[in-house]
């Protein structure tokens, strides 16, 4: 198994400009979410799917972050336009089901996104 | 309103004896708790967990002890190893989305 797999690994942009960072589950994993660290604050949890519909996007900053899952492999965070602010890493994790106590994510290595 | 607190940005211990990380948490409600540790430049990964309804859970050098009383929780590994040195982050749930701390690193020097 490949893991949780983000891409890009690496994006720099500038302010304004839209951002798209991607993200691959598990195969089998129903739940999926989208972090984002900062110092300050850790991993937060921006918004999370299961069985590909969004549960709870109480964590999304600003309407200029969205995220979608059309199908149970892919899912993406758009950031229109990107800030500055926005600079960190962004992780995905997937998981069976969220509705497991005891769920366990699996976290992929992180989109680090820089806005200049 | 962070629910899940780590109030110790960093610590730093000798290899071999023991590292204690401690979290704590605010809400009531949640009824399972876990570490994860993360290397740079990599995604966090699984370390142990622990139910609310028992106290202490042990997997090898790490084990977990919960006090629910005082909305607590640490991690401590036995003994200390330089690999181990990474950054951990305490992590709760009720509903199945996981909760996070800000993380502690722990730097085990040789």
């Known amino acids: 198994d490949a893991g949780v797999i983000q891409s890009p690994r690496h994006e720099v942009t500038e302010m304004g400009q839209e951002v798209t960072l991607r993200c691959k589950p598990i195969s089998g994993h129903n739940s999926l979410f989208w972090y984002r660290q900062t110092m300050m604050r850790g991993l937060e949890l921006l918004i999370y799917f299961n069985n590909n519909v969004p549960i709870d996007d109480s964590g999304m900053p600003e309407d200029r972050f969205s995220a979608k899952m059309p199908n149970a492999s892919f899912s993406t965070l758009k950031i229109q336009p990107s800030e500055p602010r926005d600079s960190a890493v962004y992780f995905c994790?997937?998981?069976?089901?969220?509705?497991?106590?005891?769920?366990?994510?699996?976290f992929g290595a992180g989109s680090r996104l820089t806005v200049l | 309103d962070q629910q899940v607190k780590q109030n110790s940005p960093s610590l730093s211990v000798q290899e071999g004896r023991i590292s204690i990380l401690n979290c704590d948490y605010t809400n009531s409600m949640f009824d399972y708790f876990l570490w994860y540790k993360k290397y740079p430049a990599e995604g966090p990964t699984f370390l142990i967990s622990i139910s609310s309804i028992k106290d202490k859970n042990e997997d090898g050098r790490f084990t977990v002890f919960l006090n629910k009383s005082a909305k607590h929780l640490s991690l401590h590994i036995v003994p200390s190893q330089p690999g181990d040195s990474a950054v951990y982050f305490c992590?709760?749930?009720?509903?199945?989305?996981?909760?996070f701390g800000q993380g502690t690193t722990l730097q085990v020097k040789p």
């Open positions: 994790a997937s998981s069976l089901s969220a509705r497991i106590r005891g769920n366990v994510l699996t």
């Open positions: 992590a709760a749930t009720d509903t199945g989305k996981l909760i």
